[in-house]
């Protein structure tokens, strides 16, 4: 029997067995209040890029779940299932060492991305799953290819503004550790040139102050 | 600053309550209202008056010119105020403005007319951002006690949420509002601004949906591709209420995508749709659909109170009275950037 786990914002998560194994099943289900060409387009392209950039962020050093089976007409996929704590998780409740040492390691892993000209487009801290002591990335429904700097310091900004509201209280800490995971992968050149972008997107931000 | 403890007692009548003065004056509008709040009764809303600046069809507010008309009606609207209320300066206790977000010089307009009052008469004078007022009225008259927020208005496109004494941002926009997406788009259609309710009037005449940009961004929206894209589409001779109808159906499926993603990250069972554009019955109807998904009650501002507003600053003026601040006229100058999560919220707790 299949059972519901999760209702996200876009897909519903039920676990599931694929030949044996453990497995999930991730739907993306019809929004009726949406145009229905529009929520389609949506839904099929989305579960395209998930399937896709799951195994392409493989491809460059990052682990994510097993992708078992895509029907992109039911608009569902199929991939292995991850038991484990969100990253949301780890950091409420904060023990810094553990803590940090994970923000650290989902730099590097953001790094390895951008390196390989993947945008991942939804980073937030609980998409990050640690599992048997190994960092799991998943929601890759809005990645997409780009070696822009811009692609890359919205990426980040977008995480940032997650970790700013959620963790406030070690926001400076959290994207410090992130930052240095970052460029441990990419050198310190290319990471100050993305902070400086960082900013400036930051800058356009509605009444934020021009100093 | 002055507390509620050392300031109840002082002029007359202020024992069973406290009455408040608020001036709006952000961008179009330059609002007047009066509100009470008794010992235990609820708020009343005893004026609530506002003048609207028009800007020239086919164009946006001119900073100048709107401050301009602020400062040429700003006392007739403080007397109507008073009189709708049937209340006369002696009622009233203590004098808030709106001192940002906003344009500068309308901004300087509403902090003039409230700091002369406040010397004038001796009254406390309370600073209050206008984006967390437009929050909290809504919260007040909804009865919404801690909601995830969708603020929607020409100024504003921002999701947020209240924890640890600051409304916190989940989902924003990262270019312009979704009101300068509609306002915008109605001007180089060639109608003044603002487009809001003349735009949904065109939307409803049409089913006919055309594919635009959809861009979403993690939790956050981004509207400038829309716009271009709407603009093209109308010089390329679509029909009006097409293109209306097209941009209401995308644009606001982005919102509603962002809320759902917000609503889900922090997990709260309230949604409380605020500012100009909660107007629009389609963006009602659609949060309607994330919330029926996700079990979650539904607030809406009440429409007469959807745009900016004296009120908004009225009321908030009394929470942050009440909760202890209050500034020095030395101290007031206008921040016309101001974002809502740099307030420090004192009359709420979690």
């Not at chain 2, 069809?57 to 049937?86: D, F, M």
């Not at chain 2, 919404?144 to 947020?160: F, K, R």
Request: hydrophobic residues 40%.
């Amino acid at each position: 029997m299949e059972k519901q786990l999760k209702k996200g914002a876009e897909a519903s998560l039920y676990q599931t067995e694929w030949f044996g194994k453990e497995a999930i099943r991730k739907v993306r289900v019809l929004k009726t209040f949406r145009q229905s060409a529009l929520d389609i387009k949506l839904r099929e392209s989305r579960t395209r890029r998930e399937a896709l950039f799951l195994r392409e962020a493989k491809r460059v050093g990052v682990t994510t779940p097993l992708v078992y089976f895509v029907d992109v007409n039911k608009t569902e996929i199929i991939m292995q299932f991850i038991p484990g704590r969100r990253l949301k998780e780890i950091i409420d409740a904060y023990k810094e060492n553990i803590s940090l040492k994970w923000c650290r390691e989902a730099g590097r892993y953001i790094a390895r991305l951008h390196s390989g000209k993947i945008i991942h487009g939804d980073l937030t801290t609980s998409n990050f799953i640690i599992s048997h002591n190994r960092l799991i990335l998943i929601d890759f429904g809005l990645s997409f290819y780009s070696q822009r700097l811009e692609d890359k310091a919205i990426d980040i900004h977008l995480l940032n503004m997650m970790v700013q509201s959620a963790h406030y209280i070690y926001a400076e800490k959290i994207m410090h550790a992130v930052q240095m995971g970052y460029q441990e992968i990419v050198g310190e050149s290319d990471s100050l040139s993305l902070l400086e972008r960082m900013k400036v997107v930051e800058l356009r931000g509605r009444y934020k102050r021009v100093e | 600053m002055k507390s509620l403890e050392t300031f109840t007692g002082e002029p007359e009548g202020s024992k069973l309550g406290i009455t408040c003065l608020g001036i709006e004056s952000t961008a179009h509008t330059f609002g007047v209202s009066i509100i009470s709040i008794g010992g235990s009764t609820k708020p009343e809303i005893l004026s609530d008056v506002r003048r609207v600046y028009q800007p020239e069809k086919g164009k946006g507010i001119h900073p100048r010119e709107a401050s301009r008309h602020h400062a040429k009606i700003a006392a007739s609207t403080v007397a109507e105020a008073l009189k709708k209320a049937k209340a006369s300066m002696e009622d009233i206790h203590i004098v808030s403005f709106s001192q940002g977000p906003g344009l500068g010089p309308c901004l300087r307009v509403g902090a003039v007319v409230a700091r002369s009052i406040s010397a004038y008469y001796h009254l406390p004078l309370i600073p209050v951002n206008h984006a967390v007022a437009h929050i909290e009225l809504a919260a007040m008259l909804t009865g919404a006690s801690d909601p995830l927020v969708l603020l929607v208005s020409g100024g504003h496109t921002v999701i947020t949420s209240f924890t640890s004494g600051r409304w916190r941002i989940f989902g924003e926009t990262l270019d312009i509002t979704v009101g300068q997406l509609i306002d915008q788009f109605g001007r180089a259609a060639g109608f003044s601004s603002p487009f809001g309710r003349t735009f949904e009037k065109y939307a409803k005449k049409s089913q006919n949906f055309i594919d635009l940009p959809y861009t979403i961004k993690g939790n956050d929206v981004s509207f400038s591709g829309l716009l271009t894209a709407s603009k093209r589409l109308f010089r390329d001779d679509k029909k009006l209420e097409d293109v209306c109808f097209s941009i209401q159906e995308t644009g606001f499926a982005m919102l509603a995508e962002s809320v759902e993603r917000a609503l889900v990250f922090v997990e709260k069972d309230e949604l409380l749709l605020v500012g100009g554009v909660a107007a629009n019955s389609r963006l009602q109807n659609m949060l309607q659909g994330v919330c029926k998904i996700h079990k979650s009650k539904f607030f809406s501002i009440p429409k007469v109170f959807s745009g900016d507003c004296g009120a908004q600053i009225s009321w908030n003026g009394l929470q942050t009275f009440k909760a202890g601040v209050s500034v020095d006229i030395s101290d007031s100058s206008v921040k016309s950037s101001w974002r809502l999560d740099e307030v420090d919220v004192k009359w709420r707790s979690n």
